[in-house]
């Protein structure tokens, strides 16, 4: 495809001077569909029309280009023009402008989900089922993507399973972000500068170069920055959360030797810094009985210890050559994608709130608190993939494949309990995970006749994925002994971590077996071992290193003259410090778990589907489509029940999706016109949840037997993400999309859905909200039959309307989009309080209310279209909601949409 100067998305533009559908009647049960249309011959006079057309925007939903409006399924397609204006950044700002889509930022990890299938596991071992792809490759792991939004043609999103062409965990449907390829034989040159609010500043460029008569070369890059969206209120004055300084660049080549093969290289490169996603830890206000509304703005925060820090490094090579063998294309694609991501903070102390800091305690050691956490993720990931396509000239055309996918990850996530009484951390480290997947598919369509068309596709799919590594919980007991009383814990038990200077090992990890001896237990002095071998260097104000530096030195049962000989004046007894008579280790030989896990899993996704052309311009179509997305393991727990380590596994999951739908244009009187409706069901069963729970709760629930409080460790519990089978579900609803080209150069566009999203019937799940070893009587097992599935509104719709006029010395355009969202949920308890009922405690409270957003953006082009001046306004009614939370027992963590961000930007093309 060869690009224009200025141009923004391919499109094809057609009159139709004798067509008008005046009535179209769509209705659904689960059986059948009925289409009602009629056509009216009578012939509009052209001049009536004033040269209006429809767009007729060109997309590969389906792997081949083709016409959105003859594509038999539900999919968007955005300009990459269109997102400019309206001032979309990222990847996650699509969810205000798609019905059905939403996609969280939680801490840098995208979730992305569509029509309430999604996934939030963001471990190692979580794979999404929405699939997202950048020029057509799969990405296993999307951080790091946002940056690249520029110089992109459209953004592509198609609904449903993608099981037969975009098998790779797309049971829900896939996101494709298309960027502009080289043009042949076309010099194009463009440099783009942009400011806004939050001292926003961007620079982009882009040149266009042939080489020859047959190839050429095309670099883009990208450069932007902006300050914080969150605002350290307290002390501290941090440049806290949200802050960025990215980059990134581009490069492809394009060569067509002749009329039968092209090769394209490509790299690209993206780098993100700044100050990452912390959300806002509301625990505090919730615990103090502050009604979050009362809460002005919850990127209003007290900062403490460690300044967030951010630092992604995404990159990818691509090779994808066609040649035409007459009969068919035949199509290869090979890839190589790289992630690293290290994010590093203190979760801010608090949203801020009249009286905050007499809630906080001793002011100093609050802010002062240096509990830290850090991310680390290294993936690397290849993709081979072997094409058919024939052309859709013959009766039968047809695509068949062979795909392969491998990904190497390392992860890392660890925590640092400064002043921590019976916590000094925990550590996940993962050095060696593997994923591999192969998959062969086909999928054809054959023409009944002029007006039918019957599509079938079957793709089968081989999964596995190991993974080796190691988990631990921290829990030193630290005391000072009483002589005078006998109190083992007269003082001292909180001790300094993670102070400046405090680094991780990470990687560097030399011990990942703590039972050094080979004993089959791990002893206090083996678990001290493991402990340091994990940090690199202490901080410099820590002091948890000079107090371990004497060794485990065992309470309880200890005599004084066992711990240490010196007695200080106040009758403690204190070793070589000066302060704690002994450190003891919580449960060496449990806190401590060697993982090695692995899956396989294979599975056949199939589709069926009917398109009838019932006039020139009006489609009718049903199909039956199914995808899969593979169960795995857990992490390894020591089970004291049976005496052995066990890793939980859960089952793939399946979705079959039944769709009826109609494509129509038209003219409405003299207006062209464009309606599309559909009707759609999901059967979603073994539908996978995973929650934070304790290694307790998770055999508890492993089990299916409900945990007995007293026999509930209340110390050294470690807190680990469990995946799970929990639910059969139904997903079913309509949706109605459309557009009007009006008299005036306007033009409206409208998506509207209807979404129900209900769990049909599962098994009691145990309420991760609550931990079991704090809180025994609520992390009890309880029914979810009939609550709805998170992140799914009602009812969503959006609007577009936009116009173009010429003036003296060019051409202004405008546009204004809204968007409104239905109330919906985050987590699949609905907000439920099962111990309160009469009075809900609020920390549970998950619901979003409705809202509307507005996104509006001008421009104006000079003379022959080389100099384009551009404002825009994204959420310019500052709507800022809740888009996921956190929800443990000591944890009330939110994550918003982004604030109202508005500028204005010149592009020049040479």
């Not at 391919?10 to 569909?33: E, G, P």
């Not at 792991?141 to 520029?150: E, L």
Request: aromatic fraction near 12%; proline fraction near 5%; hydrophobic fraction near 35%.
């Amino acid at each position: 495809m060869r690009t224009t100067k200025g141009a923004s998305v391919k499109t094809i533009t057609k009159m139709k001077a004798s067509s008008m559908r005046s009535s179209i009647v769509l209705a659904m049960s689960l059986a059948a569909v009925a289409v009602v249309a009629q056509e009216d011959e009578q012939e509009q006079p052209a001049e009536q029309r004033q040269g209006r057309m429809l767009e007729e925007i060109v997309v590969t939903v389906e792997r081949r280009e083709q016409s959105l409006q003859d594509y038999a399924g539900t999919a968007f397609a955005i300009s990459g023009d269109d997102l400019k204006l309206q001032g979309i950044q990222n990847l996650a700002d699509l969810s205000e402008s798609t019905p059905g889509l939403q996609i969280n930022n939680k801490q840098g990890n995208f979730e992305v989900w569509i029509r309430g299938i999604g996934s939030s596991n963001n471990t190692e071992l979580g794979d999404p089922a929405a699939a997202t792809h950048y020029d057509g490759v799969y990405l296993p792991r999307p951080t790091g993507i946002g940056s690249a939004f520029y110089d992109i043609a459209r953004v592509e999103v198609n609904m449903g399973p993608q099981g037969t062409l975009r098998g790779r965990n797309a049971t829900a449907g896939s996101v494709n972000i298309v960027p502009w390829r080289p043009g042949i034989g076309v010099f194009d040159a463009m440099i783009e500068v942009e400011g806004g609010n939050y001292n926003s500043k961007m620079v982009t460029g882009m040149v266009n170069l042939p080489v020859g008569d047959n190839s050429a070369f095309r670099i883009a890059a990208y450069g932007m920055e902006h300050d914080a969206y969150y605002n350290d209120v307290g002390p501290l004055s941090q440049d806290i959360a949200e802050a960025a300084e990215n980059s990134s660049a581009r490069l492809q080549y394009l060569w067509e030797p002749n009329d039968k093969a092209s090769l394209l290289l490509a790299f690209d490169y993206l780098d993100e810094k700044g100050s990452g996603y912390t959300g806002t830890n509301y625990a505090n206000p919730l615990g103090n009985g502050i009604d979050p509304e009362d809460i002005k703005d919850p990127r209003d925060v007290h900062a403490r210890g460690l300044e967030p820090r951010n630092d992604t490094e995404h990159w990818g090579a691509k090779l994808e050559f066609k040649y035409d063998l007459g009969f068919a294309q035949l199509e290869y694609t090979g890839s190589f994608r790289s992630l690293d991501y290290n994010f590093e903070a203190s979760t801010p102390l608090t949203p801020d709130y009249q009286g905050v800091t007499e809630t906080l305690g001793p002011l100093d050691e609050a802010y002062d608190n240096w509990s830290r956490f850090q991310f680390l993720t290294e993936s690397e990931s290849t993709i081979h993939e072997l094409r058919l396509i024939s052309p859709t000239e013959e009766r039968l055309y047809y695509t068949v494949g062979l795909f392969y996918f491998k990904e190497n990850q390392k992860s890392f996530l660890a925590s640092a309990g400064d002043r921590g009484t019976f916590f000094q951390g925990a550590e996940f480290n993962q050095p060696d995970v593997v994923g591999e997947s192969i998959s062969a598919y086909g999928d054809m369509t054959f023409e009944i006749n002029e007006r039918m068309r019957i599509s079938a596709g079957l793709r089968y799919t081989y999964d596995e994925k190991s993974r080796q590594g190691v988990n631990g919980r921290y829990a030193f007991a630290l005391g000072g002994f009483d002589v005078t009383t006998g109190n083992e814990f007269a003082c001292c038990m909180g001790a300094r971590v993670g102070t400046e200077g405090f680094e991780f090992a990470g990687f560097d990890r030399q011990i990942y077996d703590p039972d050094l001896d080979g004993s089959g237990d791990v002893s206090g002095d083996e678990f001290l071992e493991f402990y340091n071998d994990g940090i690199k260097s202490y901080g410099a104000r820590d002091t948890l290193d000079d107090i371990l530096a004497n060794g485990i030195q065992p309470g309880g049962s200890a005599t004084p003259a066992q711990c240490t000989d010196t007695i200080t004046t106040d009758g403690l007894i204190c070793p070589a410090d000066g302060n704690h008579s002994f450190v003891d280790v919580i449960n060496p030989s449990t806190s401590i778990t060697v993982q090695d896990g692995e899956m396989d899993a294979d599975f056949v996704d199939w589709r069926l589907r009917l398109a009838y052309d019932v006039g020139e311009s009006s489609m009718a179509y049903g199909l039956v489509s199914t995808g899969h997305k593979s169960g795995g393991f857990n992490d390894t727990f020591s089970d004291p029940e049976v005496g052995i380590d066990i890793s939980p596994t859960y089952d793939t999951e399946t979705v079959t999706l039944y769709e009826l739908g109609w494509k129509s244009e038209f003219d409405l009187g003299s207006v062209p016109t464009r309606f599309n409706a559909s009707a759609f069901y999901y059967d979603y069963a073994d539908q996978v949840f995973t929650s934070l729970l304790s290694v307790e709760q998770a055999l508890d629930f492993d089990s299916g037997v409900p945990p007995d409080p007293d026999a509930i460790d209340q110390s050294g519990a470690l807190v680990v993400s469990f995946s799970y089978n929990a639910a059969d579900s139904e997903i079913y609803g309509m949706q109605f999309d459309g557009g009007f080209d009006l008299p005036y150069n306007f033009s409206f566009d409208y998506t509207a859905l209807w979404l129900e999203a209900e769990i049909i019937e599962a098994e009691p799940i145990q309420d991760f909200r609550f931990q079991a070893d704090v809180a025994p009587d609520d992390a009890v097992f309880r029914s979810i039959d009939g609550k709805r599935l998170p992140h799914t509104p009602k009812y969503q719709l959006n609007m577009k309307l936009s116009q173009w006029f010429a003036v003296p010395w060019g051409t202004v355009d405008y546009v204004v989009s809204a968007g409104w969202r239905d109330e919906q949920y985050l987590t699949i308890f609905n907000g439920e309080d099962y111990g309160q009922p009469e009075d809900p405690r609020q920390r549970l409270d998950d619901r979003v209310p409705a809202y509307w957003t507005f996104d509006v953006g001008m421009g104006y082009s000079h003379g022959d279209g080389n100099l384009r001046i551009e404002a825009f306004a994204n959420n310019s009614t500052e709507e800022v909601k809740n888009a996921a939370v956190i929800i443990t027992q000591f944890d009330n963590t939110r994550f918003y949409t982004r604030p109202r961000t508005y500028g204005a930007r010149v592009k020049y093309f040479f």
